[in-house]
């Protein structure tokens, strides 16, 4: 059949802005674990880190003590380079021993009834950590649940704010993203949730 050539040209012009649409816009999984994180074979796992960037208790403790020291010392370059990690904020190490490429090392907020804004700073370690993840051209990324341990942030509060932010993130890159959960109370309400 005929067709009139400006009327194809209109057709590619839609099809490849289709096409450009699908390429910056990522769709991205979402998936949800009840287990270690040190476990998980991803990209990224997310370290619940403390602002000195060495170590602690709860998942920070677990990720230094089975990735090995070479995490501990790349925290320490960052840490001469620029003084720690601010609450909120988020940097990248490598991830030695674990089975994940990378460690993205977040610092939650201690929760004050959120009398310094402690919704909003839990948001930025999710937003902060997919942004890491994506300036390191990584694809797939596993979050513990930040702030609901030694942190004490209302675990219902954090997965609605840990959820939504997720869902809400323009990937242009990331794929995929995995809500790992270490206590039951956590995995059913992000069960609930998701
Ligand atoms: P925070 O100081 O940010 O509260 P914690 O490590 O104390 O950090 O707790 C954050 C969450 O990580 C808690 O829900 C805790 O149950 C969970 N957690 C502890 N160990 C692990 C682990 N090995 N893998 C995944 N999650 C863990």
């Known amino acids: 059949m005929y067709e009139h050539p400006r009327r194809i040209s209109v057709k590619l012009a839609a099809k490849s802005n289709v096409l450009r649409f699908l390429n910056t816009h990522k769709i991205m999984k979402i998936e949800l674990l009840k287990g270690d994180i040190t476990k998980i074979e991803v990209d990224a796992i997310v370290n619940a880190a403390n602002t000195s960037l060495l170590g602690g208790g709860g998942v920070d403790g677990a990720i230094h003590k089975i990735g090995g020291k070479q ?15 601010k609450v909120g904020e988020a940097v990248i190490t490598n991830a030695g021993k674990l089975p994940a ?58 997965a609605e704010i840990a959820i939504k932010t997720v869902k809400e993130f323009d990937a242009k890159i990331l794929e995929k993203v995995v809500f790992v959960c270490f206590d039951d109370e956590n995995f059913h309400l992000y069960k609930k949730l998701i």
């Open 101 to 158: 490429k990378k460690v993205i090392h977040t610092v939650g907020p201690k929760w004050n009834n959120n009398k310094s804004d402690e919704e909003q700073k839990l948001k930025n370690c999710y937003v902060n950590s997919l942004k890491l993840a994506e300036e390191n051209a990584l694809s797939t990324i596993a979050f513990p649940n930040i702030s609901t341990g030694i942190y004490k942030f209302p675990k219902e509060k954090a």
């Open 71 to 85: 995490i501990l010392d790349e925290c320490i370059e960052v840490r001469n380079r620029q003084g720690g990690c």
